[in-house]
């Protein structure tokens, strides 16, 4: 339920301010990282429901900003090819890394791995937030 309440949310506060879609999946990102951090460094019930929410709230943020990104800039004959192939990749990616997580489990501590992808979240964030930057500059 949390869960559910939070991306309805999230989904409401997108329709509220409609923001560009780099913003939206800008704001996504990082507000799902810190969502991971919490969720991650939670010593209790409360504190890991407060990083889940924040986790679901901010999905709708990148989903609408790279859906809207990906409609602004493709042709409608390549729109459904490309969101079937994109949708088989990100598909084919939560199963491998479900796998690749679940054997690590056999070694390294659950914590740790949630700890490794946050970290790499943020890395994804930075590099992100560092393209779109070089983007800016170059329009000068």
Do not use: H
């Amino acid at each position: 339920t949390v869960a559910g309440i939070s991306s309805i949310m999230g989904t409401l506060v997108n329709i509220k301010w409609i923001l560009l879609p780099s913003k939206a999946m800008k704001y996504g990102m990082l507000f799902s990282a810190c969502g991971y951090v919490l969720f991650s460094f939670s010593t209790s019930w409360s504190m890991a429901a407060i990083g889940f929410f924040l986790i679901s709230g901010s999905l709708p943020f990148v989903n609408v900003g790279f859906m809207t990104f990906i409609q602004r800039n493709l042709k409608e004959e390549l729109l459904g090819r490309f969101l079937s192939i994109f949708s088989l990749a990100e598909a084919l990616g939560v199963i491998s890394l479900t796998v690749i997580f679940g054997y690590l489990t056999n070694s390294v501590s659950i914590r740790s791995l949630i700890l490794t992808g946050v970290v790499l979240l943020f890395f994804l964030f930075t590099l992100f937030l560092f393209v779109d930057w070089l983007k800016g500059k170059s329009r000068k």
